[in-house]
């Protein structure tokens, strides 16, 4: 088992055991994500670019990612595929010879 399907397992069992899955539609899922993700913003507002306390960040990043894991178990989705896959996307999308050492949108190379 994948180190990525062993933390969902365990998401799972978490969830399960305090009969949480009534609220994990899609819809709330998907808001605890941006929600989740607008916390690990704070942690950057009004620093250096690389300045956020480091338990915190681990603390927020980790909430996000495991909403994300839930959503994706949710809908059967194998996360590492679908990683996989839109890499491969944006390598059609940003070809090295265009996009190496910028920051420009795939629309505007």
Do not use: H, I, P, V
């Given at each position: 088992?994948?180190?990525i399907k062993e933390v969902?397992?365990?998401l799972l069992q978490?969830?399960?055991e305090r009969d949480w899955k009534q609220f994990h539609n899609s819809k709330d899922l998907a808001l605890a994500i941006s929600i989740e993700a607008n916390e690990?913003?704070?942690?950057f507002l009004w620093k250096g670019n690389e300045d956020a306390d480091k338990?915190?960040?681990e603390e927020e990043l980790a909430d996000v990612l495991s909403f994300c894991l839930l959503l994706a178990e949710k809908h059967g989705l194998d996360v590492a595929d679908i990683i996989r896959n839109k890499i491969q996307k944006n390598n059609t999308k940003y070809p090295v010879s265009k996009s190496?050492?910028?920051a420009t949108k795939y629309t505007e190379l």
């Open positions: 088992m994948s180190d969902t397992a365990a978490f969830r399960d690990l913003l704070e942690l338990a915190k960040l190496k050492g910028n």
